[in-house]
């Protein structure tokens, strides 16, 4: 079955940088775009990037432009997303999933917490 396990989540105080990682399984990753989702405790769950089959077509919230980077190896079916100059504002739970397919389940998510 599908399958997303995200990991590289942690506490860092603000300005610092953290590198998440989502491995993959049960479909064919290479074929698919993929994505990196925040929910903040009371808010949302809102769409942060996203990344194209071969990554030639990446986006971004206006909120974290210019200081997040998203990125994938096909062969090794992982998705990633290097965070710097971290603001307590990125305080979430962040998951990864494929981009436009409504029906897969959720991770477990990677809890990132920014505080000083």
């Known amino acids: 079955q599908v399958q997303f396990v995200e990991s590289g989540g942690g506490l860092v105080q603000p300005g610092g940088s953290l590198r998440l990682s989502c491995a993959a399984s049960g479909f064919t990753f290479r074929s698919n775009g993929m994505s990196w989702y925040r929910q903040a405790p009371g808010k949302r769950r809102e769409l942060v990037a996203s990344?194209?089959?071969?990554?030639?077509?990446?986006s971004y919230a206006d909120s974290v432009k210019g200081r997040f980077t998203i990125s994938r190896d096909n062969a090794k079916n992982t998705v990633s997303l290097q965070m710097n100059s971290l603001k307590t504002e990125d305080t979430a739970v962040y998951y990864c999933?494929?981009?436009?397919?409504?029906?897969?389940?959720w991770g477990q998510g990677t809890q990132v917490t920014v505080s000083s």
């Open positions: 990344i194209s089959t071969t990554g030639g077509i990446i």
């Open positions: 999933r494929r981009t436009g397919v409504g029906s897969d389940n």
